[in-house]
């Protein structure tokens, strides 16, 4: 990831199309959890990752980034609802999210994140099966979707999770709660 950073700051496109595109779900669930609208919500996900992507030089590592999308996405969040609440009197703010829940909801998504990319990096066959089968899908019904046998299925899903299991690592066990 901090190669991610460094070709960033080099203005490399193709590196900041890679973090946006891994980013850029994450911000607009976190602006969702303030705002229903949810058009508004990836408007402020784009500009949280634009005024990054013009300010890049500040950052020397993902940590520093990561937190900038994020606390820059709750702020904008709050000044549209802060506009909001001006421009019509009667309407109440809705309760801040505690900084406690929204850490868990920043854990979460950078855990799904992390899953994602792991189970991305699968062979494609494997990958769909992982998908499936995470989506709650039996065995028997992913062999229907895939015209695969059951037996199938079971021998390249058994592969596919020692695939992860080295993949992840010691959290391999997020995997179960995706």
Not at 3 to 12: A, V
Not at 14 to 35: E, G, K, S, T, V
Not at 41 to 50: N, P
Request: hydrophobic share 40%; glycine share 2%; proline share 2%.
């Amino acid at each position: 990831m901090s190669d991610l950073i460094k070709d960033i700051r080099n203005n490399r496109i193709q590196a900041f199309r890679q973090l946006f595109n891994d980013y850029y779900p994450m911000l607009c669930a976190l602006a969702h959890q303030y705002i229903a609208d949810r058009e508004c919500c990836k408007d402020i996900a784009q500009d949280a990752l634009l005024t990054y992507w013009e300010l890049r030089e500040r950052f020397d590592d993902i940590r520093q980034v990561k937190s900038f999308l994020y606390i820059t996405t709750r702020n904008k969040s709050l000044n549209v609802l802060k506009h909001e609440q001006f421009k019509d009197e009667s309407a109440s703010m809705p309760d801040i999210i505690a900084d406690e829940v929204l850490e868990d909801r920043i854990i979460r998504q950078e855990t799904y994140l992390q899953v994602r990319r792991s189970v991305e990096s699968l062979p494609g066959q494997m990958q769909r099966i992982i998908r499936l089968s995470m989506s709650g899908k039996r065995n028997s019904e992913i062999a229907r979707i895939l015209s695969i046998s059951e037996g199938t299925v079971h021998s390249l899903k058994k592969t596919a999770y020692k695939k992860l299991r080295i993949i992840l690592k010691e959290h391999f066990f997020l995997l179960l709660f995706i």
